[in-house]
């Protein structure tokens, strides 16, 4: 079982960045895929990163291609997503997400996919 605590999150201007960090704590976390999902208020939960557990083969959603990056540390059981060159519509709440990878690893872009999830980050944008 994985528990994750996401922090980074604030308030930053229009082409500010930021950088999230997700800290797991249990047991296996390099043979977890990790995601990064965000919801903006009255909206679903959607997906922004993704990385396979060993960090080979990551994915974005296309708002945030070019601006987004997921990353992993195994060592430092984290994942991070740095933001850079941020708009108002980015403005959510984030979360991180973790699955027990399968054999053959794949990206999960779905919150149906993931087994755990952190409490989330508030980020805000402002214009």
């Known amino acids: 079982q994985v528990q994750l605590v996401e922090s980074g999150g604030g308030l930053v201007q229009a082409g500010g960045s930021l950088r999230l960090s997700c800290a797991a704590s249990?047991?296996?976390?390099?043979?977890?895929?990790m995601g990064w999902f965000r919801q903006a208020p009255g909206k679903e939960r959607l997906f922004v990163a993704g990385s396979i557990a060993g960090g080979g083969k990551l994915d974005y959603a296309d708002s945030v291609k070019g601006r987004f990056t997921i990353s992993r540390d195994n060592a430092k059981n984290a994942t991070y997503l740095q933001m850079s060159n941020l708009k108002p519509e980015d403005t959510a709440v984030y979360y991180c997400?973790?699955?027990?990878?399968?054999?053959?690893?794949?990206?999960?872009?779905?919150?149906?996919?993931?087994?755990?999830w952190g409490q989330g980050t508030q980020v805000t944008v402002s214009s």
């Open positions: 249990g047991r296996g976390f390099s043979t977890y895929a």
């Open positions: 997400a973790a699955a027990a990878e399968g054999v053959i690893p794949w990206i999960r872009r779905r919150t149906a996919e993931f087994d755990y």
